[in-house]
């Protein structure tokens, strides 16, 4: 009798990756909103320009981080990801190692955020070479699950991490 071979947990399909990361962006939206009242009443009721608006991105950047890697760190999942049945995982490892969890922040950071990046860019700064550049930031990183043999986002392959679809 052979020992059967750990069968890896299926990869999401990339729409309900995608369904999860909208219901994250009003998650996020949320957070940003508690947090820069936060912020506003910390700092005075003071407009935030030059210094102070710098501080405020940072302060959010922060706060953002918090909450992912406290969420990842604890049990793998978000509340989007949760309700998405998706669970980050560091193949491996029994769970997600902080440092991992870190990088895999930085890169979908740096791939997905600048979907936000383009938006400001073509409707606020009115620049459509910068629009472009930062959305292709996000279509390199959401496409290469098209062409990955996991069918995983470019910021996981790179961090090392993989998103698997949940049972009931």
């Given at each position: 009798?052979?020992?059967?071979?750990?069968?890896?947990?299926?990869?999401?399909?990339?729409?309900?990756?995608?369904?999860?990361?909208?219901?994250?962006?009003?998650?996020?939206?949320?957070?940003?909103?508690?947090a820069g009242?936060?912020?506003?009443?910390?700092?005075?009721?003071?407009?935030?320009?030059?210094?102070?608006?710098?501080?405020?991105?940072?302060?959010?950047?922060?706060?953002?981080?918090?909450?992912?890697?406290?969420?990842?760190?604890?049990?793998?999942?978000?509340?989007?990801?949760?309700?998405?049945?998706?669970?980050?995982?560091?193949?491996?490892?029994?769970?997600?190692?902080?440092?991992?969890?870190?990088?895999?922040?930085?890169?979908?950071?740096?791939f997905i955020?600048?979907?936000?990046?383009?938006?400001?860019?073509?409707?606020?700064?009115?620049?459509?070479?910068?629009?472009?550049?930062?959305?292709?930031?996000?279509?390199?990183?959401?496409?290469?699950?098209?062409?990955?043999?996991?069918?995983?986002?470019?910021?996981?392959?790179?961090?090392?991490?993989?998103?698997?679809?949940?049972?009931?």
């Open positions: 009798m052979s020992a059967a071979a750990p069968t890896t947990p299926p990869t999401p399909s990339i729409a309900r990756r995608l369904a999860s990361m909208l219901y994250e962006a009003f998650v996020l939206a949320a957070i940003a909103f508690f009242s936060l912020f506003l009443l910390a700092s005075t009721g003071q407009p935030a320009s030059g210094l102070l608006r710098f501080a405020l991105q940072l302060y959010l950047l922060a706060v953002f981080a918090a909450y992912f890697l406290w969420c990842w760190l604890r049990g793998g999942q978000t509340l989007p990801m949760r309700a998405w049945r998706i669970r980050l995982v560091a193949p491996g490892r029994a769970r997600v190692p902080p440092r991992v969890a870190l990088l895999r922040f930085v890169y979908a950071t740096l955020g600048s979907f936000v990046a383009s938006i400001a860019a073509a409707f606020v700064h009115r620049n459509p070479l910068l629009a472009f550049a930062s959305l292709a930031l996000t279509g390199i990183s959401i496409g290469w699950a098209l062409v990955d043999r996991d069918g995983q986002f470019l910021h996981d392959r790179l961090a090392g991490t993989r998103l698997i679809q949940v049972d009931k």
